[in-house]
């Protein structure tokens, strides 16, 4: 018996099983792309390979990359099949993040020579002379007045100095900022995208632990922000073809927002801290370590990264063992 959930204006199909997911018992904190052929492309949950399926789910081969932990993942090319992929250089420990494995990166990675093929580096700034970078996320943007077609990338450090960086594709760094001109600075800008809109790009920044999607031209003026009266922890995001607005809530829901940036609807609702059980998201075991929790078909733990492939939705959760959701229009 299928399972049928209502997101806003949509009458998705829940499929938990769609992807030749591994069994495992790491703790899952990656992030989930499509190609333009429909491959889909996810992190391991031990952060150090990428995963890459057939459109019908089925695993196709694995990607060495030399990460700690495969967090943001984004395409680099519409047509290509290279990636973008953030890496905070720490990996989750139990009973929390006790060290830093390494300093974050920025890699490009090509599936078909199964390589890295470039690098972007932390910025020579006074803040990193005593204090981690720990890139999430990361995306390249064509701003709109760029008649020769040349391209940019943002990054954003959003486990380290919650700020977002942007270098030229050669890698020069350009400039940064800390999201002040929105009235409040960054706090953990967890996810970068971005999105056409008016004939104009944009980049939608989640700033979780401001509860806020900020709103920024291609080169970094600010525009604006929305959710904020509504959202308890943006992590990921994904924009649809009609323009709906698909947030990840890693409290436990799924949130759609207008174009224009109004609340359509939720599916689930973000759990309040009080509310949370013992070592959420995961939970206590029998011998008192920490364990997976139980699953509800329709009903989301931690939900984490988001994209879209076709017009269904790929859902990620945080998690041990990690879990990747499916909702297809019915």
């Known amino acids: 018996m299928q399972t049928v959930v209502e997101l806003a204006h949509l009458a998705l199909k829940w499929d938990q099983t769609y992807l030749e997911y591994p069994d495992t018992n790491q703790w899952a904190h990656h992030d989930i792309a499509a190609l333009a052929d429909g491959r889909i492309v996810a992190g391991h949950p031990d952060g150090t390979s990428l995963l890459v399926f057939d459109p019908d789910g089925r695993h196709l081969n694995t990607v060495q990359t030399?990460?700690?932990?495969?967090?943001?993942?984004?395409?680099?090319?519409?047509?290509?099949d290279s990636l973008w992929v953030a890496d905070p250089g720490r990996k989750r420990i139990e009973p929390t993040y006790d060290k830093l494995?390494?300093?974050?990166?920025?890699?490009?990675?090509s599936l078909s020579g199964a390589s890295v093929i470039g690098e972007l580096y932390q910025p020579d700034l006074e803040i990193y002379n005593?204090?981690?970078?720990?890139?999430?996320?990361?995306v390249r943007v064509r701003a709109d007045n760029n008649q020769d077609g040349s391209e940019t990338v943002w990054v954003s450090d959003g486990y380290g100095q919650s700020l977002l960086h942007q270098f030229s594709r050669d890698g020069t760094y350009l400039r940064?900022?800390?999201?002040?001109?929105?009235?409040?600075?960054?706090?953990?800008?967890?996810?970068?995208?971005?999105?056409?809109?008016?004939?104009?790009?944009e980049l939608l920044v989640a700033d979780r632990s401001?509860?806020?999607?900020?709103?920024?031209?291609?080169?970094?003026?600010?525009?604006?922000?929305?959710?904020?009266?509504?959202?308890?922890?943006?992590?990921?995001?994904?924009?649809?073809?009609?323009?709906?607005?698909?947030?990840?809530?890693?409290?436990g829901s799924v949130a759609a927002f207008s174009e224009s940036g109004e609340l359509l609807g939720s599916l689930g609702s973000p759990l309040p801290s009080e509310d949370r059980?013992?070592?959420?998201?995961?939970?206590?075991?029998?011998?008192?370590?920490?364990?997976?929790?139980?699953?509800?078909?329709?009903?989301f733990n931690s939900?984490?990264?988001?994209?879209?492939?076709?017009?269904?939705?790929?859902?990620?959760?945080?998690v041990i063992g990690g879990r990747v959701v499916r909702l297809a229009p019915t």
Do not use: Y
Not at 70 to 80: F, Q, R, S, Y
Not at 180 to 195: C, E, V
Not at 303 to 318: D, F, K
């Open 66 to 80: 030399g990460t700690v932990e495969l967090h943001g993942i984004v395409n680099d090319a519409p047509e290509g």
């Open 101 to 109: 494995l390494r300093p974050g990166r920025i890699l490009n990675v």
């Open 130 to 138: 005593n204090k981690a970078w720990s890139p999430t996320a990361v």
């Open 303 to 318: 939900p984490h990264g988001i994209c879209l492939t076709g017009r269904a939705v790929l859902v990620t959760e945080w």
């Open 210 to 251: 401001n509860k806020r999607i900020v709103v920024l031209s291609a080169d970094g003026a600010f525009i604006r922000t929305f959710g904020t009266d509504s959202l308890t922890s943006p992590s990921g995001i994904a924009v649809m073809d009609d323009g709906t607005i698909l947030i990840t809530e890693l409290f």
């Open 277 to 299: 059980r013992p070592r959420w998201p995961n939970q206590v075991g029998a011998l008192g370590n920490t364990v997976r929790p139980p699953f509800v078909a329709g009903g």
């Open 176 to 201: 940064t900022i800390d999201g002040k001109d929105s009235g409040l600075a960054f706090n953990t800008p967890h996810a970068i995208i971005t999105r056409r809109r008016s004939d104009t790009t």
